[in-house]
């Protein structure tokens, strides 16, 4: 029997596309030659894909679906998912699934180290050392963060990760989310804004797609005040990028620690200029042993599939 199928849609590690060579005929980004003008390939082939895997920055939307007749399933390696059109994914009766909960450590960790680095000011520090600076003087004072109060937008799995760390440092937590959750311990605000001034620290740890488009705007980020600091882990997308910068230049907020960005790999000069704000390149779940697990998840969900066996982590629309 033929092996299935499969377009990547995505640069995938070989961690990934080792196992996917073994099991399925990988077609890698064929579709890309579509921007070249090159349709020939990938038009060939496209009747025969029953499967699409890409990465959480991917984009699969209805006219790429459109070109696939045999398209059975989209795995996606990467807890977000918004590049995806699932609603035309389902209208065709095909399944998405995506690799929740084996990065929720990574994520938590690296947003509770933003949060110290831009409160600490560490990169400063590292640089003041590096540049022989020492000697003439010592750094200015920084903010301390341990009993400073944390609010959340959005309480889903990481962040609740995130607040259990912050538990740690003596923080008081809130949240915002679509609706409250009265399980958990945590003062729940209606708005971003309402929990932005109640806040030192807002980490922004919500999906993105066009319901959390520049969720956090100019009247968020007010709401924070100059002694607020945003930290983003989420998608650059929630974040108002030019109402963020005109904050911060204008001293609005403290300052700002981001690892996405609404252009990525594309970062304004203007926020990579500035001494109040600590960027990382999307390293949230960065690590060798959860892409490994994140890898490991995106190609049994697609081994299942083929199998007949239960999908493990279809994404809730799918569900």
């Known amino acids: 029997m033929s092996r299935p199928e499969l377009l990547t849609v995505a640069r995938l590690a070989p961690f990934l596309m080792e196992p996917l060579q073994a099991a399925f005929t990988v077609h890698d980004r064929l579709h890309e030659s579509l ?6 390939a990938f ?14 920055e991917s984009k699969v ?9 045999a398209l059975e399933i989209v795995s996606i390696m990467g807890v977000g998912y ?6 035309a994914c389902k209208a065709r009766g095909v399944v998405v699934t995506h ?11 690296l947003a509770l180290a933003l949060m110290l680095d831009v409160a600490r000011r560490i990169p400063q520090a590292d640089r003041h ?15 301390k963060m341990s009993g400073a109060r944390l609010g959340l937008v959005g309480m889903g799995r990481i962040a609740q990760a995130i607040a259990q760390r912050a538990l740690a440092f003596g923080m008081s937590i809130a949240y915002t989310a679509r609706s409250a ?6 003062a729940f605000h209606a708005t971003p804004a309402a929990l932005a001034a109640a806040s030192d620290f807002l980490v922004v740890i919500t999906p993105g797609g066009a319901a959390t488009r520049k969720l956090i705007d100019a009247t968020v980020l007010d709401a924070l005040g100059p002694k607020g600091y945003l930290v983003n882990v989420a998608r650059g997308s929630v974040v108002d990028e030019s109402a963020l910068i005109a904050a911060l230049q204008k001293g ?33 779940s960065a690590t060798s042993a959860t892409r490994q697990a994140m890898a490991d998840l995106a190609f049994e969900n697609l081994a299942a599939h083929f199998a007949g066996r239960p999908l493990p982590s279809p994404v809730p629309e799918c569900r």
């Open 252 to 284: 609005t907020i403290a300052g700002a620690a981001l690892d996405v960005f609404e252009n990525e790999p594309h970062v304004p000069e203007a926020l990579r200029a500035m001494d109040n704000v600590v960027l990382t390149p999307h390293i949230g």
């Open 61 to 69: 939307g209805a006219d790429l679906l459109a070109q696939l007749p």
């Open 35 to 40: 921007l070249d003008n090159d349709t020939s």
């Open 181 to 186: 959750k009265p399980a958990l311990p945590y």
């Open 129 to 143: 050392v590096r540049e022989g600076r020492w000697p003439q003087g010592n750094m200015p004072l920084a903010r």
């Open 82 to 87: 918004d590049g995806v059109d699932v609603a």
């Open 99 to 109: 690799t929740p909960d084996v990065l929720n450590d990574d994520v938590a960790d």
């Open 43 to 56: 038009a060939t082939a496209a009747p025969r894909i029953r499967a699409i895997c890409g990465s959480g």
